[in-house]
């Protein structure tokens, strides 16, 4: 019990860093608790309560429970308002802080409203894709790809111009690719199943029939173009089995084409300039020249 409370004092603190950065209208209920002329309501026990995971609260249950979830809240309340006694609220870490945090709260909002809330998918398209897409919704399935790896998505696409036109993707792969493993082979990652790859090479790969090679398909490792080369079949999966896996596949495109549009209207909205020789000089200390960039596996 000892660590839980340690545990719960920590993610409490965690999650108000920044209490008291504005005053926010004091929640209701009957007061519980005073520290000071600060008080402490019934509502505020069931805030915070709210903020911390499900599997801590059971800790909490009850007379003898809710007691000493308010005592983790009077050692906070204590140990905020000795740090305001200190003058830490002018000091000038806290001060960044609550300017990133405030600004990184914003940045949250504004995505769920753009994003997460009008990202919508209903039985009726995840039934339809399943329909039209049965097949390649399997148990079993092994999947042969390669890749090709730069930078940039200029890169990406002075590349995969060059496929359109004949160019062999093995020799591509091998002169261009920056994952040096696999463009060793000609950029054959080999036989795969599914969940193996980050979920929007998988995408990419999902959309592809043998030999056809994607556009430019973006994860957090850089720019891929990918060549489908095999397909070991397995067990056709029922629609049961693929629902979740679906529905998580069209939310995560939805999500994808609303933000590409959202920063495409703000691009418009907002003038933007960069300049790429100060960008050059900076250096980053954990920055290592050379070695192998990996596969885009999970």
């Given at each position: 019990m000892r660590k839980a409370l340690f545990y719960v004092v920590l993610v409490l603190f965690s999650?108000?860093?920044?209490?008291?950065?504005?005053?926010?209208?004091?929640?209701?209920?009957?007061?519980v608790a005073k520290i000071n002329k600060e008080a402490i309501t019934g509502d505020d026990l069931i805030t915070e309560m709210n903020r911390i995971p499900e599997w801590a609260r059971e800790q909490f249950s009850g007379d003898e429970g809710k007691a000493k979830f308010l005592d983790e809240l009077i050692k906070r309340e204590l140990i905020f308002q000795d740090a305001r006694k200190m003058g830490l609220d002018k000091d000038k870490e806290y001060l960044e802080k609550k300017e990133e945090f405030e600004k990184m709260t914003l940045v949250s909002l504004v995505l769920k409203k753009e994003i997460e809330d009008k990202?919508?998918?209903?039985?009726?398209?995840?039934?339809?894709?399943?329909?039209?897409?049965?097949?390649?919704?399997?148990?079993?399935?092994?999947?042969?790809?390669?890749?090709?790896?730069?930078?940039?998505?200029?890169?990406?696409?002075?590349?995969?111009?060059?496929?359109?036109?004949?160019?062999?993707?093995?020799?591509?792969?091998?002169?261009?690719?920056?994952?040096?493993?696999?463009?060793?082979?000609?950029?054959?990652?080999?036989?795969?199943?599914?969940?193996?790859?980050?979920?929007?090479f998988e995408q990419a790969l999902l959309r592809l029939k043998p030999n056809e090679v994607s556009d430019p398909v973006k994860t957090r490792f850089g720019y891929h173009i990918i060549q489908l080369t095999d397909i070991k079949k397995g067990e056709i999966a029922s629609f049961e089995q693929s629902k979740e896996s679906i529905k998580k596949q069209l939310l995560s495109e939805k999500k994808k084409t609303l933000f590409d549009a959202y920063l495409e209207s703000l691009n418009k909205k907002y003038t933007v300039t960069k300049n790429e020789e100060s960008l050059k000089a900076v250096k980053l200390p954990w920055e290592k020249t050379g070695g192998e960039t990996p596969a885009p596996h999970k």
């Open positions: 999650l108000a860093t920044l209490a008291g950065c504005a005053k926010k209208e004091k929640a209701g209920g009957p007061v990202a919508l998918v209903d039985d009726r398209e995840v039934k339809d894709f399943y329909d039209k897409n049965s097949d390649k919704f399997t148990i079993g399935t092994k999947i042969r790809a390669s890749h090709i790896l730069v930078e940039t998505e200029a890169e990406a696409k002075k590349i995969h111009a060059r496929i359109k036109k004949g160019e062999a993707f093995a020799k591509l792969a091998e002169s261009f690719s920056k994952d040096k493993g696999s463009a060793q082979k000609g950029g054959d990652l080999g036989y795969f199943g599914q969940g193996q790859m980050v979920p929007e």
